[in-house]
């Protein structure tokens, strides 16, 4: 028999925001593994009695997911939590467990992400947006790219930001993606914007609207999405 996973989408922070189908796969798993943020998430439905929790960083990821598989018995269940949706920002963790675990031991449970909250807020449909992650380790030269020509093309933009707390050279935050957009032509005074930081967590979320060029030296969480809002309203009225 196999070991199994559930690598689990938790949703942006609320409880209210977790699907049964993930509460589901954390009940039946013996093992917890997940960065701190996401252990918070789900700690009131953790069972740390029975269950073997690991809270895990960037640098410990790797032991602590080998160390897991060789404790686990065949037909024992494990289950990875990651803060909103795992299909989204995370393929490159989830490559890894594919690799460990093998393709037909994993199971991967979606979650409502924070894109699609901020999207709901700012009234940015999905379908008229182009979605953009710089929350990566590898290069993101090709998605600014990508994003000037968003913008250049009146498309509205839904994106997670990079921080990068070791090295700020790397950060591509709010302040560095205004400043980017305006030194690539971009009229950022006409342009508008909304952040959104630590959805759907009602004592520390916050919303803030207005033009892209303010914020230029403004700081943002790292639990943070940005909108740049050029939508064209259409109703089914103009189709006939």
Not at 31 to 41: D, F, N, P, Q
Not at 78 to 104: K, M, Q, W
Not at 198 to 227: A, H, P, Q, W, Y
């Amino acid at each position: 028999m196999p070991k199994n996973l559930f690598v689990v989408g938790v949703g942006p922070g609320s409880l209210k925001y977790l699907t049964d189908s993930a509460k589901d796969a954390i009940h039946k798993s013996h093992y917890i593994a997940g960065y701190k943020y996401a252990l918070t998430i789900v700690e009131t439905i953790l069972d740390r009695h029975i269950q073997e929790i690991y809270e895990i960083t960037m640098k410990t990821q790797e032991d602590i997911y080998r160390n897991i598989y060789s404790k686990m018995n065949d037909d024992e269940y494990c289950a990875i939590p990651f803060t909103g949706d795992v299909n989204f920002s995370e393929s490159e963790v989830v490559d890894r467990l594919l690799e460990l675990f093998g393709n037909d031991n994993v199971e991967i449970i979606p979650g409502i992400s924070s894109i699609q909250v901020a999207a709901a807020k700012s009234k940015v449909p999905l379908d008229k947006a182009q979605i953009i992650t710089f929350h990566v380790s590898g290069d993101i030269e090709q998605k600014k790219l990508e994003l000037i020509k968003a913008v250049s093309d009146r498309k509205s933009v839904i994106l997670l930001p990079r921080p990068w707390a070791k090295d700020r050279t790397k950060e591509f935050m709010q302040s560095e993606i205004a400043i980017f957009l305006k030194a690539n032509g971009i009229d950022t005074s006409n342009l508008n914007t909304w952040v959104f930081e630590n959805l759907t967590i009602n004592d520390k979320e916050t919303i803030f609207k207005g033009k892209v060029n303010d914020l230029e030296g403004r700081k943002f969480s790292e639990l943070s999405v940005m909108v740049i809002d050029q939508v064209k309203r259409q109703t089914y009225l103009e189709f006939g």
